[in-house]
């Protein structure tokens, strides 16, 4: 047969190699980051919360042994800013760069039409 002829049957009959078929079917799945089940646990007081997150699928013995092993090393952990000794504070606040000089101004409101409007509460509704 040439190239261009194919035998009786239909072209949906060719079967793929093994590799490619399991290629396409990966493609058509949608890649979801990989997430664990994760466990809260504060390791400070109810006032003063230090809360870590740990795997929930571990070892009952093997999350004591970590858990009391982050007990024991709680002061070596940065909890906030103040904690971290040598930090410029220009790095972690956030200033708006304003000038004294000019008084602040009230922008008008903005409306929008009214389906555009419906279309926006429902995006925001979706979020919550």
């Not at 239909?10 to 396409?24: A, F, K, M, S, T």
């Not at 493609?27 to 919360?49: F, M, R, S, Y």
């Amino acid at each position: 047969f040439p190239i261009n002829q194919a035998e009786e049957g239909d072209e949906n009959d060719c079967e793929l190699p093994e590799g490619i078929c399991r290629l396409l079917e990966q493609e058509e799945k949608e890649i979801q980051p990989h997430q664990e089940p994760i466990e809260v646990i504060n390791l400070g007081t109810d006032e003063d919360k230090k809360e870590i997150k740990i795997g929930a699928s571990l070892q009952e013995d093997v999350k004591s042994s970590l858990v009391s092993l982050l007990q024991e090393y709680v002061d070596v952990f940065a909890w906030s800013y103040q904690d971290m000794s040598g930090l410029d504070t220009d790095i972690v606040v956030h200033r708006l760069p304003l000038r004294p000089e000019y008084p602040p101004v009230k922008q008008k409101l903005r409306r929008t039409r009214p389906n555009m409007a419906l279309k926006i509460k429902e995006e925001v509704k979706k979020q919550f």
